[in-house]
């Protein structure tokens, strides 16, 4: 029995000595090259891309639209643009039931811009210009109590904002400088009857080493200035927004802090003196991320924050309709969520995720029963709720080569407020699906059907059966055909299925509305 392998070793071979040497020798060779022939320079032309646009539509309800859009040639430093957009109908949305024999909304903005690029810096201007107006046509017809009003016009809010931005950031890392862009931004807002506000922010960036991380910092404050006749908000927030980003064994991580210190003074006609309140925001910054399969699955979730003064140019941009001289509150909001996307093949893409929403001061608007039904009160009010939304969600997506797009998304909504009070016009779900297809760069295709659950317009104690706001679909398509790169025509169609519901309580849309136009590149 062997108890380990034999080695094998030849011990009689002895290797030879060898004695060399190197003796040096000269050949003579010759090489003949090819000649390298003269080099030809010349000049292409680039071909010029359309810089500009004018788009001109026009549709039933007496709906016409108009772009415009300038900017500069190709510029490896400046580039500027200028854009004016108009957007008008008058009619379409009464449907009988509305006592008003118009519902006329406008949208005029003007926006221009300017970006220089340095070797060291960059430098973005912009500013906006925008007119809203809108009908207060919300007012049912009753019988016996505003035949009056037949065939009259109803009363008129306007919107007018003036507003500018910049933006100053540096896009090289030079030395342990640790400034890296400062943003700042004004508007003034007026309406119609008489309301005003101003708001100013600014917002700077820095990046301080700390070890082997970089500690990103942002520091910044806001003021808001509104006054109506019979109420006025100031309120400023300074910000302060901490955080590191970091990876470790293929986890994504950031960590942070998101702190404001609010204070606001408001004023109101329901108030029997000022009320001030002084209020210090925490918000956690946390955000992970685990792609456990790259491109197939991956984990994500976080808990951030943050606070928004919640002016007039906000409450009105999500409500045209409100009532003037609406209080304006500011708004916070918690959000914890965690979701998993990825791909389910080349082609299919998945996206499901959950949110939970704390809120503090959140804006809903309802109508009041009691002035509605009186028939001649147009205006939506705002109260301001506490309250929580956990909202599941998940998105499927479908790509294929030849160009066509298609997702689909579908939403669920749980709210929570005190004493099971409403969450006035808040859908209990919400879904839609999503197509896009370009043929050949020809023609492009584009449509949106989207359904959104009931609502409650109003009232806690009220009759809630005739506040119940149904289920409506929404079937929108858009059409183009490019005749070439600079000529084309378009076709737009809402509410293809002609549904008759309303966008806010007593407010119905609009039927079937076509627009049909043309839009040149120049």
Do not use: C
């Not at 009908?135 to 049912?140: A, T």
């Not at 109506?228 to 300074?238: E, G, K, L, P, Q």
């Not at 509150?329 to 929403?357: C, E, H």
Request: proline share 4%; aromatic share 14%; hydrophobic share 35%.
């Amino acid at each position: 029995k062997l108890s380990q392998q034999p080695n094998y070793e030849d011990t009689t071979t002895k290797k030879i000595e060898v004695d060399y040497d190197f003796s040096p020798r000269i050949v003579q060779t010759k090489v003949e090259l090819d000649p390298i022939p003269a080099a030809q320079i010349t000049t292409t032309k680039i071909e010029r891309l359309p810089e500009n646009m004018v788009k001109l539509g026009m549709g039933n309800y007496t709906t016409p639209e108009f772009s415009l859009i300038l900017a500069n040639s190709r510029s490896v430093s400046t580039s500027w643009s200028l854009a004016l957009d108009h957007f008008s109908t008058a009619t379409g949305a009464l449907r009988d039931r509305s006592v008003f024999n118009d519902n006329y909304t406008m949208n005029n903005q003007l926006r221009a811009g300017i970006v220089n690029v340095n070797t060291r810096w960059r430098l973005k201007a912009d500013i906006d210009l925008n007119l809203r107006d809108i009908s207060y046509y919300g007012i049912e017809k009753m019988a016996g109590l505003n035949e009056t009003l037949t065939d009259s016009d109803p009363s008129r809010q306007r919107y007018y904002k003036y507003g500018a931005s910049a933006r100053y950031e540096r896009t090289t890392n030079r030395g342990n400088d640790p400034f890296r862009g400062i943003g700042t931004r004004y508007y003034f807002l007026h309406d119609r009857y008489g309301a005003s506000e101003n708001f100013v922010s600014a917002m700077s960036d820095w990046t301080i080493p700390a070890g082997d991380l970089d500690l990103y910092l942002g520091a910044g404050a806001d003021y808001l200035n509104y006054a109506a006749d019979s109420t006025s908000t100031s309120a400023y927030a300074i910000r302060f927004k901490p955080h590191v980003r970091k990876e470790t064994n293929g986890i994504y991580f950031t960590v942070g802090l998101n702190l404001a210190f609010v204070g606001s003074n408001m004023t109101s006609v329901e108030f029997t003196q000022d009320q001030a309140v002084n209020k210090l925001y925490f918000f956690p910054d946390l955000k992970a991320e685990l792609p456990l399969v790259r491109d197939v699955l991956n984990i994500f979730g976080g808990w951030v924050g943050d606070v928004d003064l919640n002016g007039l140019d906000g409450i009105s941009t999500l409500n045209p309709y409100i009532a003037p001289g609406t209080l304006v509150q500011p708004t916070g909001v918690n959000k914890v969520y965690l979701g998993f996307s990825g791909r389910i093949s080349r082609r299919f893409g998945y996206n499901i995720q959950a949110d939970y929403n704390i809120y503090s001061n959140r804006a809903l608007f309802y109508r009041d029963s009691a002035t509605y039904f009186t028939g001649f009160d147009p205006y939506l009010n705002v109260e301001y709720a506490d309250m929580s939304v956990f909202s599941p969600r998940v998105e499927l997506t479908y790509h294929h080569p030849s160009g066509i797009e298609v997702s689909a998304d579908a939403s669920v909504f749980a709210y929570g407020r005190e004493e099971e009070k409403i969450a006035y016009h808040l859908p209990d779900f919400k879904g839609g699906i999503h197509a896009a297809y370009t043929w050949k760069e020809k023609i492009v295709l584009k449509t949106d059907f989207t359904i959104t659950g009931p609502r409650i317009g109003f009232g806690d104690n009220e009759d809630l059966e005739a506040a119940q706001m149904p289920t409506f679909y929404d079937w929108r398509l858009y059409t183009e055909y490019r005749y070439n790169k600079f000529l084309s025509a378009y076709l737009s169609v809402n509410n293809i299925l002609n549904q008759d519901y309303d966008l806010w309580y007593g407010y119905p849309a609009q039927g079937t509305r076509f627009i049909l136009g043309l839009a040149l590149r120049f």
